[in-house]
């Protein structure tokens, strides 16, 4: 007899699985075989570049649509972390600082601060081209700048809440320090927690480079999906709309819902 | 369609000319004391912010914000339809169906950018015209604020009468109608207001995109129309109006919450009162 997985682990393989096939098929189709489904397009071929298919074009940017969201929101996630460690580790005015910039920056919407990163940096790069940035990794730390406020009020919180117990306090009563506490103590309760918030950053990273991109201050390429329908722009004019939107929302959709469904998975394993 | 193309550009406009660094230089005051002051100095003075004939004075930027949050406020409305019309469905549909409800619904508005469905209505309703392409910046825009809000009423609501007071309420023989205008209101309103600045952002945010493909002359057009064409001056100015605008609906929220729910007039525990 075959014993039923728990409804948090499910989530979490689905989602897991759904973005690791889409990831593995787009990479497979734009990197290794981009001719395969030009002739297999039922679709056609794209208004603006008649040499490219609209399967190859929507489909081929998930891979990088997905690569940024995913190191993005391992960035965001690992600075969150590292904001909320500092707070609880120094405490006092410190904490209050970092919190109240968090929250500071949470009432942002994300497009906005990404847009005047963006702005500031392609800006930067053009007086001094020195300073200039490619498109991917700039895109990335961009996106690690905006979504760092979430996950570190929501560390800060986790770690307040498990400096409280008993272990802890034992620990600390023996002469451990911050870092060993941290390390040895907290962190094996975290891993879990920090798995479901990596995973509920990534759509949101993924939906906001989409719009960057889309609206042309991105320029990432290959193209996103984002920077795809921005540049399609102009097949609305020829009634092409249909044809090449919706086969991109679908796959927008299809990410978004494979994070949503994994980071879901994650967080409810680790409230376990 | 009157963007076109959004992100055709060819990089080497990249390469800024002498004078647009010179123009940079003069907009935000580099060197000087004060400097980053310029661009409001600018706007007091009534002068054009921004170069030539891209740039923007104060009073066109005020009508322009207030244009957007025009469209907003018909967003808001538009919003709480589809709050009520979410929170009825879940209430109304069986336990096997209200899992896929509760999960799809809102993974399908929230895994949907502004712009996909904007660009599904725009060759519809810019050339309608009539304000149709306002009434359709803002059904695209009030969509995920519309869900999240009819989760968040939804979820408070059902919370609300599971608690002992509501039965309590009922069997001392209230009618439901007294009982939820009287005691389960009152407790879900704090959070229906705390949701408002969310949702605010979400609006506000949503606007750039709308406003783009729809073709709207109004704060978020001016502003991405600004970014692409590196008008410092402007990004500084409509940047700062813009955060004031959302901090402003936070504060007034904020007063709001404290005159209508007794325990945010309470004193934080740990904090000492003069």
């Known amino acids: 007899m075959t014993r039923r997985l728990p409804a948090a682990t499910r989530f979490l393989l689905v989602g897991a699985a759904l973005l690791l096939v889409l990831w593995a098929l787009s990479f497979a189709v734009a990197v290794l075989r981009p001719s395969a489904f030009a002739r297999l397009c039922p679709l056609g071929s794209d208004v603006l570049r008649p040499d490219s298919s609209v399967c190859a074009l929507a489909f081929g940017g998930v891979w990088i649509s997905l690569s940024v969201g995913l190191l993005a929101g391992a960035a965001a996630t690992v600075a969150g972390f590292g904001v909320a460690s500092i707070a609880r580790i120094f405490g006092g005015w410190v904490d209050a600082v970092l919190m109240r910039s968090a929250d500071a920056l949470f009432a942002l919407p994300d497009v906005l601060v990404l847009m005047v990163l963006q702005f500031a940096a392609q800006t930067a790069g053009d007086l001094h081209p020195r300073l200039r940035i490619n498109p991917v990794p700039l895109m990335i730390l961009s996106l690690a700048m905006v979504g760092w406020a979430a996950p570190a009020r929501l560390f ?91 086969p991109a929302w679908v796959l927008l959709i299809l990410i978004v819902l494979g994070a949503s469904l994994a980071g879901r998975g994650a967080s409810a394993l680790a409230e376990h | 369609m009157v963007a076109l193309p959004l992100s055709l550009g060819d990089e080497n406009k990249r390469q800024l000319s002498p004078d647009l660094v010179a123009s940079y230089r003069r907009d935000l005051g580099v060197g000087e004391p004060l400097g980053f002051l310029r661009p409001w100095q600018k706007l007091v003075q009534g002068k054009r912010l921004g170069t030539s004939s891209q740039g923007v004075t ?17 967003a808001v409305v538009m919003a709480l339809c589809w709050a009520f019309a979410y929170a009825l469905l879940r209430w109304s549909v069986r336990r096997a169906q209200a899992v896929a409800i509760e999960e799809l619904v809102p993974a399908l508005a929230f895994g949907t950018p502004v712009f996909i469905p904007a660009l599904l209505l725009a060759p519809h309703a810019v050339e309608a015209g009539h304000f149709l392409p306002e009434l359709a910046a803002a059904l695209v825009i009030s969509v995920w604020p519309g869900i999240f809000l009819g989760t968040l009423v939804a979820d408070s609501f059902k919370t609300e009468l599971a608690r002992e007071y509501v ?47 729809l073709g709207l002359p109004y704060f978020g057009q001016l502003y991405v129309l600004a970014v692409l064409q590196k008008q410092i001056a402007v990004v500084v100015v409509a940047t700062t109006l813009f955060a004031s605008v959302l901090v402003l609906v936070r504060l007034i929220v904020g007063l709001a919450r404290w005159l209508v729910d007794p325990r945010a007039r309470e004193p934080v525990p740990g904090e000492t009162t003069p």
């Open chain 2, 167 to 213: 039965r309590a309420a009922r069997s001392k023989g209230l009618s439901q109608r007294r009982v939820m205008v009287r005691h389960v209101l009152p407790n879900v309103l704090p959070t229906l207001l705390d949701s408002i600045p969310p949702v605010a952002t979400a609006l506000l945010a949503g606007s750039f995109a709308a406003e783009r493909v």
């Open chain 2, 58 to 74: 104060g009073a066109e930027l005020l009508t322009k914000l207030a244009s957007s949050m025009a469209v907003g406020l018909v």
């Open chain 1, 156 to 246: 800060r919180d986790r770690l307040e809440t498990l400096e409280r117990a008993e272990f802890v306090g034992a620990a600390r009563a023996l002469g451990a320090g911050h870092w060993h506490v941290l390390n040895r103590h907290l962190w094996p309760f975290l891993r879990d927690y920090a798995l479901g918030i990596f995973l509920s950053r990534v759509p949101a990273a993924i939906l906001a480079e989409s719009t960057i991109s889309f609206l042309g201050i991105g320029k990432i390429e290959p193209m996103s999906l984002g920077r795809y329908l921005g540049t399609s722009y102009a097949s609305l004019l020829y009634g092409e709309g249909v044809r090449i939107v919706l």
